[in-house]
């Protein structure tokens, strides 16, 4: 006689999160664009306030000749995390949005559940470099993919939708 324990059981729980977001509107490509270059300038005014202070001391110092504030958002240590906070962190405390999601009224949504978790976020954020790769080409598949999922929504199972 076989036990089958009740936990041994594959089920899809997330099936009818789905079938509540069916007949959302979807946020429009050009919408996700705006939301998304607003975010970067959001990101880049952080950044140079936060590197002022250092520019200025180095600058008066003499260390350098030039007053520079460095911004390197996808090749350096310092980028990468002021985006995965921006992107990341904030979209999971946010609930979805950013400052250019909320301005646009769309919203990035879980697939897997009714919140957006933590652990998405931050995929969906580090995501973006796989969108970036052979110049931009994950980010245009939102123009056509199904639901206008872009690589990195299909990475972190998530969908953005216009919001009311």
Do not use: C
């Amino acid at each position: 006689m076989q036990l089958i324990s009740r936990d041994s059981q594959f089920r899809a729980r997330h099936l009818d999160h789905l079938r509540s977001l069916e007949g959302r509107p979807l946020a429009s490509f050009r919408s996700r664009v705006v939301a998304f270059v607003v975010d970067l300038f959001v990101i880049l005014f952080f950044v140079i306030l936060i590197g002022l202070p250092t520019a200025y001391v180095d600058f008066k110092s003499g260390v350098t000749d030039k007053f520079v504030v460095p911004f390197d958002p996808f090749h350096s240590f310092k980028g990468v995390i002021a985006l995965l906070i921006y992107f990341g962190f904030l979209t999971y405390l946010w609930n979805g949005y950013t400052l250019g999601k909320k301005l646009l009224k769309i919203r990035v949504v879980s697939l897997k559940g009714n919140r957006l978790s933590l652990w998405q976020s931050l995929e969906r954020s580090l995501g973006y470099g796989a969108s970036a790769l052979e110049a931009g080409f994950g980010f245009l598949q939102a123009a056509w993919y199904d639901n206008r999922q872009a690589v990195h929504d299909r990475i972190a199972e998530t969908a953005v939708v216009k919001v009311k």
